[in-house]
């Protein structure tokens, strides 16, 4: 099972529209967690990080909530734009002794439509 | 340099052949991060230098996997005997590290598509 499961894992709107993109996670404990967009053939550009004691990050038409309690998070796009369609990837870091690794959800690929 | 450079962008290998995937990442950045991405799917840990100690390499698939960062800066990544499988697109990542329990940003390059015929 994975330790980051997003859902739904494509999803087509309008030009306009907002959408809302899930994630669950296991991993426990963490000390941050990341929404990166990333588009056809490039890396993954951060849009959010949030430690696990904020409940909310926003950034342009993109807003992150965290809920630690039940280890759910989501990523509101506002106004979707054409340049909008990409994979976002919900990512989580766990605290481990002298690690840095971060896991990866298998991403959302959004595509809007004008 | 401005952000995190990987080259090639794209690599054609056939089954057999060994290749090396460079990183250069962003100067001063202590950490170096090396992800495989199969087609569909998030990137999943591979290996991970400070400096230029390779502190985790729990992630390598295989002994084919060979990663170095021997000044701490310039990472190569090296794959031999190369098999179909092994077809993905490689990203490096770098960040700045860890200080007082703050894990900072990660920055991550285009990739290189390795594929195996």
């Known amino acids: 099972k994975n330790q980051v499961e997003q859902s739904p894992q494509s999803l087509i709107i309008l030009e306009g529209k907002n959408c809302t993109l899930q994630?669950?996670?296991?991993?426990?404990?963490?000390?941050?967690l990341r929404w990166y967009k990333q588009d056809t053939g490039r890396g993954p550009v951060s849009l959010t990080i949030?430690?696990?004691?904020?409940n909310t990050k926003s950034n342009g038409r993109y807003t992150a909530t965290l809920d630690a309690d039940t280890k759910q998070s989501s990523l509101h796009i506002t106004a979707s734009q054409l340049s909008d369609s990409a994979s976002y990837i919900c990512?989580?870091?766990?605290?481990?002794?002298?690690?840095?690794?971060?896991?990866f959800g298998q991403g959302t690929r959004l595509t809007i439509n004008p | 340099g401005a952000g995190v450079s990987q080259s090639p962008r794209y690599k054609v290998a056939k089954r057999g052949q060994d290749v090396a995937l460079r990183c250069d990442p962003i100067?001063?950045?202590?950490?170096l991060f090396w992800y495989q991405q199969a087609l569909g799917q998030g990137p999943e840990f591979l290996t991970y230098?400070?400096?230029?100690?390779?502190?985790?390499k729990s992630g390598l698939p295989s002994d084919r996997f060979f990663a170095e960062r021997p000044e701490g800066s310039v990472s190569t990544l090296k794959i031999q005997r190369t098999q179909q499988e092994d077809s993905a697109v490689y990203l490096c990542?770098?960040?700045?590290?860890?200080?007082?329990?703050?894990?900072?940003?990660?920055?991550f390059g285009s990739g290189t598509r390795l594929t195996v015929v």
């Open positions: 230098f400070q400096n230029e100690a390779q502190l985790d």
């Open positions: 100067s001063g950045h202590v950490s």
């Open positions: 990542a770098s960040s700045l590290g860890v200080r007082g329990g703050t894990n900072y940003g990660y920055t």
């Open positions: 949030m430690t696990f004691s904020e």
């Open positions: 994630c669950n996670y296991t991993v426990s404990p963490f000390s941050n």
């Open positions: 990512v989580v870091s766990p605290i481990i002794q002298g690690a840095q690794k971060l896991v």
